[in-house]
């Protein structure tokens, strides 16, 4: 039997485990990222770990999250991450130098080479055959040490990919397909891996945006073959020599095959707050657009933005519109500026802002009262913007452009002007000049600790018995952006008794209080959940604030796998309902008794959980591998030493 893609570069970098869909491997990792916002964490957590030098292939610490730099923080945590690459042999990627995936895939990434990032985005680089995985930050730094990372053998569904796309339609639509078909949820432990003949037809930007965007389906990663189109790209980027040829083999076995014919796509958009919530552009009649916003990791490359920039020459932004512009990298920007495009974005009226994640992750330009927003980002979760009651619609670029002339949504093709061909340059301009290599010899330097930087918490030992309260009761599809929210508050990503403060802030703002008066009780919090919870962003601090705050257990009826592996690494049981319907027995503010709980930890039985408040009880599931239980029996991974 034939490999496919995933299984070809798992193999070569497996460390343990069997290649069977559903067990826990550990795989070689050869390339890390960290973005500004997790890494300080991940960093310190590396510290902690006393190795003299990172023993990866490569390792790059981005500053793309926090540039905002209202206050004294988000400076000092900068200053603390270049003094870390330097003296640990890590690439630094300044401010300024664009969003973490996008430079990676300009400069950094390799077919056939795995990469796991602190950021949930990082599978953006399968667009160019890599095995490239979003990964909390403690599951980087031990990745930086030369440990393996771990994760579920995934199952492997191929997205088969006929036709051509239609003028006007573009990736961004496609990856909203692919959302419709399979949902933000209920995809755990599976990898997409595209392939057909509509592939030839995608350059790697292009693939890019469809990987990105795989992360809000909750996959492990995305995958594309490596072929002539990878090979003009990376030649563009002047490094052709990084370039591998890989496919799957003609025979190779898929757990499921999904055909989606190129041609027959829409424009597309996801409605809020979802970024599964798909309806057509031409559905959505002529919604009133008070804000559209181009850019993010997931389209701001320099054929996303020369097209916009195409359909707007000689046009002014309609009177009602605020037209953002956050290029994805300085390479994008300059490529803009020396041909010509950046004069007609800036004479339309484009808000040009920084080359970073900005409005994104709604440390700006949050947009008026209950407006609709139109956005080329990624994810449009309910308050991500900053402001919570508006609605963010996520659409192709050519749609945002579309809406910022007629000052509505309108389908593009309603423009009725020809489709702007964009020739991308045969060779970029490179300028690594704001990436700084480190010294290879062992380096004296000295780390810089403002005081934002605070230490690193640590939780203790698993009890026995459990003794605790549920303090919040939540749906299903709980983000953890409502968990811990960005914007404003991301300023305190390296100072946990702070940033503890706003758990939950957006769903009830009375939580982290309430959490720590039954802390002083002496009892534990728990968190009950629906469906998918922990969606989204790999922020830790999802777990490591709550933990904190004294939460001892999550009880869902399911969770995404970024979000549980964090939970686990910080000592956090995460329980599913045996039953689901045992969901609707349980409320805030029952206090609940779980007893011998080390036991059937150790062993593999189920908890019961006693509900004193109602007289009643049920079961829960704790599945782990014997790897993740030592680690919750410890209390967090950085309580086991000599870790494997
Ligand atoms: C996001 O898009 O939500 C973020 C901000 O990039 C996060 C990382 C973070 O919370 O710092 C992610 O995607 O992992
Ligand atoms: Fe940055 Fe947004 Fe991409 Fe996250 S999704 S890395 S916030 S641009």
Redesign the pocket.
């Known amino acids: 039997m034939g490999k496919n893609l995933v299984e070809k570069i798992l193999a070569q970098h497996l460390i343990s485990g069997n290649l069977v869909p559903g067990e826990e491997i550990g795989i070689r990792i050869d390339q890390t990222l960290t ?1 500004d916002a997790t890494g300080t964490m991940a960093y310190l957590q590396f510290e902690a770990m006393n190795i003299p030098k990172v023993k990866t292939e490569l390792s790059v610490s981005y500053i ?2 926090n540039t905002i730099q209202i206050g004294f923080e988000n400076a000092d945590d900068h200053r603390y991450l270049q003094s870390v690459a330097q003296k640990y042999g890590i690439v630094f990627s300044r401010a300024g130098n664009g ?3 996008q430079v990676h895939l300009e400069r950094f990434g390799k077919p056939a080479k795995t990469l796991i990032g602190s ?3 990082t599978p953006t680089c399968g667009a160019l055959s890599m095995i490239a995985i979003g990964a909390g930050g403690l599951d980087v730094a031990l990745a930086m040490a030369g440990k393996p990372f771990y994760l579920i053998c995934p199952k492997v569904i191929k997205i088969n990919l006929t036709g051509k796309l239609q003028p006007w339609v573009s990736s961004k639509d496609v990856i909203l397909k692919v959302l419709e078909i399979f949902t933000t949820k209920g995809n755990v432990n599976t990898v997409f891996e595209y392939g057909g003949e509509g592939v030839a037809s995608l350059s790697v930007p292009e693939r890019a945006t469809i990987t ?1 965007m795989g992360a809000e389906c909750g996959v492990t990663t995305s995958i594309f073959p490596s072929d002539k189109m990878t090979r003009l790209f990376l030649r563009s980027q002047q490094r052709e020599s990084d370039f591998t040829e890989l496919k799957a083999d003609k025979n190779a076995s898929y757990a499921k095959i999904v055909n989606i014919d190129l041609s027959k796509i829409e424009p597309l958009t996801a409605k809020p707050h979802s970024p599964d919530n798909i309806s057509t552009v031409r559905k959505m009649k002529k919604i009133a657009v008070d804000q559209v916003c181009l ?4 389209n701001s490359s320099y054929k996303d933005l020369v097209t916009v920039a195409k359909i707007l020459k000689g046009k002014v932004a309609h009177p009602n519109i605020s037209f953002v512009i956050a290029p994805g990298s300085r390479q994008v920007l300059e490529e803009l500026a020396q041909n010509g495009y950046l004069a007609d974005l800036i004479a339309c009226g484009a808000r040009i802002m920084e080359n ?3 409005f ?2 709604g440390n700006s330009q949050s947009p008026k009262s209950a407006a609709v927003s139109l956005r080329t ?3 449009n979760f309910l308050g991500r913007s900053g402001t919570m009651d508006a609605n963010v619609y996520l659409v192709s670029p050519e749609t945002a452009a579309t809406a910022v002339i007629t000052g509505h949504f309108t389908d593009p093709r309603d423009l009725k002007i020809s489709y702007p061909k964009v020739k991308i340059p045969e060779k970029f301009s490179i300028d690594d000049s704001m990436i700084i290599r480190p010294e290879k010899k062992k380096s004296s330097a000295k780390i810089y600790r403002g005081p934002n930087i605070g230490a690193l918490p640590r939780n203790s030992e698993l009890s026995d018995i459990i003794q605790a309260e549920v303090t919040i009761k939540v749906g299903d599809k709980i983000t953890t952006d409502h968990i811990i929210p ?1 914007g404003a508050r991301m300023k305190y990503r390296s100072n946990i008794p702070k940033y503890s403060e706003f758990v939950f802030e957006n769903v009830d703002a009375t939580f982290a209080s309430r959490a720590q008066v039954i802390q002083k009780a002496g009892k534990q919090n728990i968190i009950v959940a629906g469906l998918s919870y922990g969606q989204g ?1 790999s922020r830790e601090h999802a777990a490591l604030c709550p933990m904190y705050l004294g939460v001892g257990a999550v009880i869902a009826k399911s969770f995404e796998r970024i979000h549980a592996a964090n939970l686990i690494n910080f000592g956090i049981l995460p329980l599913t309902f045996c039953i689901e319907s045992d969901y609707d027995k349980i409320d805030q503010g029952d206090e609940l008794e779980i007893v011998e709980v080390r036991k059937i930890i150790a062993g593999n039985g189920k908890l019961l959980v006693q509900n004193k408040t109602r007289g009643t009880s049920f079961y829960v599931n704790c599945i782990l591998s014997a790897r993740q239980k030592q680690i919750i029996l410890a209390g967090g991974a950085l309580n086991i030493r000599n870790k494997k």
């Open positions: 973005q793309d999250h969003i973490c995936h950021d949930s985005h990105n850019g993010s990791c997931t970073a994640c900005g994104c992750i980002s990624n994810r960005a962003s």
